[in-house]
RNA sequence: AGCCUGGUGGUGUAAUGGUAGCACAGAGGUUUUUGGUACCUUCAGUCGGGGUUCGAAUCCCUGCCGGGCUGCCA
């Protein structure tokens, strides 16, 4: 890391922050906020407004808030808000002591409503839904003024004041800001700024009658906190125009927003309300599930949080819609794991192998290499003996022509352990193969030999009388249209769904050593993939071993 | 339909009037006790049409296409 930092390409957002803080703004000042609503639970969308928030407050010297968007008791929880502090600590940022809540703001949000409505830019409206709707016009005819925008100030103060008494039922009454019905821009409509919601608040409990919209509470909750530069994604473009007129016309500090395109996954869903309803209908086993792309599920998968971070920032910033796709998710997962974790053997598909030469009663113990990335890593012992097991796919009887593995014949290598040659294949009455009989050469110790031949094919084996058995779960991705959404008229997303993104192998055997390895411990097995030992048990009381991902296969791509 | 916004290889993202680059994916190869990793080579792009300019992905005009907006959700 001694190298001079290559300056790498700035994005739109850090060119344009990078300009204000060079100009003076805000006295060279950079102060983000991630703001996350705690109705649902935080996936990979939201993780790269996270690494952005966080991200570029870190590189200009500036801090970024946690702030809870908790306007709306009605769908926040805070089984919820607790989540999504734990996800962001685990993704490896931290907000110090600047964990904020809307709520925190109510009474000051109720105050600059008082302040509109005395300065005559906010009235108590009694439009019903419908009304409402009828008179707000559409996208190419304007709206009409509500008969209630010209009540006297008095008058919207007193009615005001009795909504945050209570004195009205839910969604009789709004306080409105008067803006222009007749605008191109359907925000600035006279928008709904409080609402009457008769709800206890998990933070407020049921001091509030009233509760102040989105439009109304988040420029205000960024401006109090003295954020610079507020980023969203590009749905809230529109309400831009609103945000700025409020800072404008309450006279408050005012942040730039800034829009960005939200992320989007190839084979999957990135909506809180798709994987609400994937979890409701148990299509997956909950929030969790490690085939979902919530934070908690790739967690439990075995993703890391470095790959995550690292795919953040290569997915890169920008306003066109993006749909990037998982192999580049997959690569900087693996590229992360191939680093840190520790190799191990085991067999998702057991054959047996007796070694027809090796002594009956003999049993030794090989070394392996834990990380060939790591020399630090050091070696491990292996038990080694007369039986073992193979996985069934390392064995082929009339293999095609560049199949390097085990055949009749043909010399492979036990991974740090010995050359063998197949010298027997043993079937049952219907001519499935059930054991294969092998002698080894025993000057092949620990996988050489003095005279340097070559031995193209080396597997990977389990000592049978030491192994572990475990249940293991494959995860192949969660729907099999690159684009989930594309589906027949009249159907959904859930059309989409691939019947087998979970595969559960029962009788999977793995070295004892697999046994220390604690559970979310990233590991490899060598040649099958990368795994990680789930929370869950088997039914049979098994360990459970999720595979993050597979190993890159080229041979599998070979065969295609 | 009106308004807003965007369009660079298969995907994502740079280049802001001066050699279209990087990453992933694909193809080929070298190394290898993981058909892994690493490394090398390679394929492939400025939405169309006009204009301005010595020179345009970039500026102008126009067309086409994508996305967003008619919650008292965020």
């Known amino acids: 890391m001694s190298e001079p930092e290559a300056e790498k390409p700035l994005d739109f957002i850090r060119t344009r922050i990078q300009e204000d803080q060079q100009a003076g703004k805000n006295d060279g000042k950079v102060h983000t906020r991630f703001p996350p609503e705690p109705n649902g639970y935080l996936h ?151 609402r009457i919601i008769h709800q206890e608040h998990p933070k407020t409990g049921d001091k509030w009658k009233i509760y102040p919209s989105y439009d109304f509470a988040h420029g205000q909750s960024d401006s ?167 996985d069934r796919n390392d064995f082929m009887e009339d293999p095609p022509k560049k199949y390097f593995r085990m055949s009749p014949g043909r010399e492979v290598r036990l991974k740090y352990a010995y050359y063998v040659t197949c010298t027997e294949v043993v079937k049952d009455e219907e001519g499935n193969i059930t054991e294969l009989i092998c002698e080894y050469d025993p000057e092949s110790r620990g996988g050489g030999t003095a005279d340097g031949r070559r031995v193209k094919g080396t597997i990977q084996w389990v000592d049978a009388s030491t192994a572990q058995p475990c249940e293991v779960r494959l995860y192949d991705r969660l729907f099999n249209k690159p684009d989930p959404e594309k589906v027949e008229d009249g159907g959904d997303f859930t059309d989409n769904l691939n019947p087998d993104s979970l595969e559960i192998i029962h009788h999977a055997l793995v070295e004892p050593s697999v046994t220390e390895i604690s559970i979310g411990q990233a590991f490899q097995l060598e040649r099958v993939g990368y795994f990680c030992l789930d929370s869950d048990k088997a039914e049979d009381g098994k360990k459970v071993l999720n595979r993050t991902v597979a190993m890159r296969d080229s041979w599998a791509k070979i065969n295609k």
């Open 224 to 390: 109090l906190e003295g954020i610079t530069h507020s980023l969203c994604t590009l749905e809230f473009e529109h309400h831009r125009p609103l945000y700025d007129w409020l800072c404008q016309n309450l006279g408050i500090h005012h942040p730039q927003q800034i829009e960005f395109a939200r992320l989007n996954l190839n084979y999957t869903v990135m909506s809180k309300r798709k994987m609400l309803r994937l979890v409701e209908e148990g299509r997956v086993n909950g929030w969790d599930d490690p085939r979902m792309p919530t934070l908690q599920g790739m967690r439990r998968r075995g993703y890391t949080s470095k790959s995550i971070r690292d795919f953040c920032e290569k997915v890169g910033v920008a306003k066109r819609e993006n749909v990037i796709e998982v192999e580049l998710l997959e690569h900087c997962l693996r590229h992360d794991l191939n680093l840190c974790s520790p190799r191990r053997l085991g067999v998702l598909d057991p054959l047996k192998v007796t070694i027809s030469n090796y002594p009956e009663d003999k049993s030794e113990t090989v070394d392996a290499v834990n990380n060939p990335e790591d020399p630090d890593a050091g070696t491990r012992p292996v038990p080694f003996s007369k039986q073992l097991y193979v």
């Open 44 to 194: 990979l969308g939201h993780a790269k407004s996270i690494c952005l928030n966080f991200g570029i407050a870190q590189e200009f010297g500036g801090l970024c808030n946690l702030r809870l968007d908790d306007t709306n008791p009605v769908a926040e929880k805070t089984e919820y808000a607790e989540a999504i502090q734990d996800d962001l600590r685990w993704l490896g940022f931290d907000w110090e002591d600047r964990f904020f809540h809307a709520s925190d703001y109510f009474d000051q949000l109720h105050s600059w409503a008082v302040q509109l409505i005395k300065a005559g830019k906010a009235f108590v409206c009694d439009l019903s839904f419908e009304e409402m709707k009828a008179h707000r016009g559409n996208l190419i005819e304007p709206g009409k003024n509500s008969p209630f925008r010209e009540r006297m100030v008095e008058e919207n103060l007193e009615l005001f004041e009795q909504m945050r008494l209570g004195e009205f039922p839910d969604g009789t009454k709004t306080l409105r800001a008067k803006i222009d019905m007749s605008s191109p821009n359907l925000n600035l409509r006279d928008p709904v700024i409080y």
